[in-house]
């Protein structure tokens, strides 16, 4: 019978993890609670490891497990020539309940398998990923250096298992730990999603529906200065303009069309209004900025990111050690690469010389976020 332990008991936690990397290194088959049901790891680097865990759900053998993966940055190691739709979904969506089916690389992680579990795991050379959102199996992936199978913890044609009692009584017997942490916080499997260059399909129903999956998969364009009150402001107000005349439409169905466009301060504080000077700018150009709020540029933020536009060096300096991998396309809004100073507490001429300068830059951007955007074109049910 399998060892429990309780992970609601916060002293056992690192008793847990320990636990969970022993049986792992030494072939056995770890049950983890994840967000959406628990699941049942095994290392991937062998074979009798992989083939212990099918066994003990009695899953087909045409059926293929997931590997568990670190973030966003290890999608690079499995699929390397991944679209932009499959990085954006997974820095948007992992760790979380999504599983991305993508071409595996003749070269890097999928590689290094064994070829009988390389035959498993990426059947017709795609294989699945999935980051689940629980500190359990990501403190243990920390500190695993191997690959990990995972995969649901029940017997083949039962229903998920959403409780450790639920693992004991389906699988118990051939689990060497299981570590508890109360009912699952969805109790539904993952979505499955399939991605083949710009088009993603839907290859099972789970946490995350279709329609918000579609909104992950817009391109974000995220402007940032200093305080979020000047220049960045500026900047996406005539950004919209200019986007939305391209496209067509109006500027409220930018989303629609896989466009999203915000501002941010690398100092900023939450809720601060636009200079008014900005506002009076923006007046001129049929741009409202009298409703704008600033707000701080968040590592959250970062992640939504696929291209990140600042004023000056100083601000790439402070963020390009910091970008997540694979992360948004940091770049200077000057064509020539040039400061836009801040204009904070200058009178309105300086204010237009700097809104000219943003001008100049917008009219090369818009280039380039339209020629390196991919549409979110999602197969139709």
């Known amino acids: 019978m399998a060892e429990v332990l309780d992970w609601q008991n916060t002293a056992e936690r690192p008793l847990a993890v320990a636990r969970a990397v022993e049986a792992l290194g030494r072939g056995e088959i770890v049950a983890f609670p994840t967000e959406t049901v628990y699941g049942l790891a095994a290392s991937a680097l062998l074979p009798e490891a992989v083939e212990r865990l099918r066994q003990s759900k009695g899953r087909p053998e045409a059926k293929p497990l997931t590997v568990a993966v670190r973030g966003a940055a290890e999608l690079l190691e499995w699929a390397p020539d991944v679209s932009l739709i499959g990085q954006r979904l997974a820095r948007r969506c992992w760790p979380g309940p999504l599983t991305l089916v993508v071409k595996a690389a003749e070269q890097g992680r999928a590689a290094a398998l064994p070829e009988v579990v390389r035959t498993i795991l990426c059947p017709g050379g795609t ?11 990501l403190h243990a992936l920390d500190y695993f250096p191997d690959p990990v199978v995972l995969t649901s913890a029940n017997r083949a044609g039962d229903p998920p298992a959403t409780t450790a009692e639920q693992v004991t009584a389906a699988v118990g017997d051939n689990v060497a730990l299981i570590i508890n942490d109360g009912p699952s916080h969805f109790g539904q499997a993952s979505t499955v999603v399939k991605i083949e260059g710009a088009r993603w399909e839907v290859l099972r129903e789970g946490v995350l529906t279709r329609e918000v999956l579609q909104k992950q998969t817009g391109c974000v364009v995220i402007f940032a200065c200093t305080g979020n009150t000047c220049r960045s402001p500026l900047a996406e107000a005539l950004f919209k303009q200019r986007l939305a005349d391209r496209l067509g439409c109006a500027l409220d169905e930018l989303p629609k069309r896989g466009f999203h466009v915000l501002s941010a301060g690398l100092a900023a504080m939450m809720g601060g209004t636009a200079a008014a000077e900005a506002v009076e700018i923006g007046r001129e150009r049929g741009a409202d900025l009298s409703k704008h709020r ?3 540029l968040t590592d959250e933020l970062m992640d939504l ?11 790439c300096a402070a963020l390009e050690r910091d970008l997540p991998r694979p992360g948004p396309r940091l770049r200077l809004l000057d064509p020539d690469g040039g400061d836009i100073p801040d204009p904070i507490g200058c009178e309105l001429p300086v204010y237009r010389e700097c809104t000219l300068q943003i001008e100049r830059g917008l009219d090369r951007l818009i280039d380039d976020v339209l020629a390196d955007s991919q549409p979110n074109d999602a197969n139709q049910p």
């Open 305 to 315: 990111a696929d291209h990140l536009v600042v004023m000056t060096h100083s601000h």
């Open 127 to 137: 294989v699945g990923l999935r980051t689940p959102a629980h500190e359990a199996i």
């Open 294 to 296: 600033s707000r701080p």
